[in-house]
């Protein structure tokens, strides 16, 4: 667990140490401290994201049994579906989101979120975004356990988000160079029978498990939502299950880098 908020420190003494320890090992520890003076908050983690790449995990205060599955389950491909990496690859405009804002029409009754995301018992996540060079993005997040975040919380957390996301900016410029000596290539769709699939097939596979309707995929994909059924039908067919979460599962197993 993080070390407990100090309440009596000085929001702006908490500042100047973040600033201080720009590009040193101490600088997470100095922002999330500055935050949960603000509007404290459960667990801390942020990912490097560029485009479909695999995330570097940058920093996170997870303790040992929960880190599986917010950071090594996570990676091994569920983050290809998450609302945070896909608005990362949107790109949305810096500054903090709610994940639930985010997230597709159908995203609480899809099978990310059925299969991976409830594991994590997390009641809220808010994430701040900020853009870097070489089509890059960091994103911390913000957990909670107990409760969502207030409004006013999520407002006084928000104010921060021009001075939140310029530290973000200082501390990890050389992100893109990161991802040049650490990341995997982009995954790939293989095995597990979803090689048999037509390149729109794989297309529609992604969409229906991050959480979208057949009418959101096909607003998204400029076709009709019977169009979409049509798809679906086939694709079930094609590696024979009957199941978004049989699909969830061939997903994960087919993911190679």
Not at 2 to 29: L, N, V, W, Y
Not at 55 to 79: H, I, M, N, T, W
Request: hydrophobic share 40%.
């Amino acid at each position: 667990m993080p070390p407990p908020t100090d309440r009596k420190a000085d929001p702006a003494e908490r500042i100047g140490q973040s600033i201080d320890a720009i590009g040193t090992p101490g600088f997470c520890a100095a922002l999330t401290g500055w935050l949960r003076l603000v509007a404290p908050y459960t667990f801390t983690v942020v990912f490097g994201y560029r485009g479909e790449s695999k995330p570097l995990d940058l920093y996170d205060d997870f303790p040992k049994d929960r880190r599986r599955v917010f950071v090594s389950d996570y990676l091994e491909g569920p983050y290809l579906l998450d609302p945070f990496c896909q608005a990362a690859i949107r790109p949305v405009a810096p500054g903090l989101y709610r994940l639930r804002t985010l997230a597709p029409d159908r995203f609480y009754q899809g099978e990310y979120f059925r299969s991976y995301y409830q594991r994590t018992e997390i009641a809220e996540e808010i994430g701040y975004f900020a853009g870097m060079p070489g089509q890059c993005h960091v994103v911390l997040s913000l957990m909670r356990e107990e409760k969502p975040f207030t409004q006013p919380e999520f407002r006084r957390l928000a104010a921060l988000a021009p001075a939140v996301t310029a530290l973000m900016r200082r501390h990890w410029a050389g992100l893109e160079q990161e991802f040049a000596t650490r990341s995997a290539p982009k995954p790939e769709l293989t095995g597990q029978g979803l090689d048999r699939l037509t390149a729109r097939e794989r297309e529609i596979v992604g969409w229906i498990l991050k959480g979208h309707s057949a009418e959101a995929t096909g607003q998204e994909l400029a076709i009709s939502p019977g169009t979409v059924r049509i798809h679906r039908r086939n694709i079930y067919a094609k590696l024979g299950i009957s199941s978004q979460r049989e699909l969830f599962a061939r997903f994960l197993a087919g993911i190679a880098p």
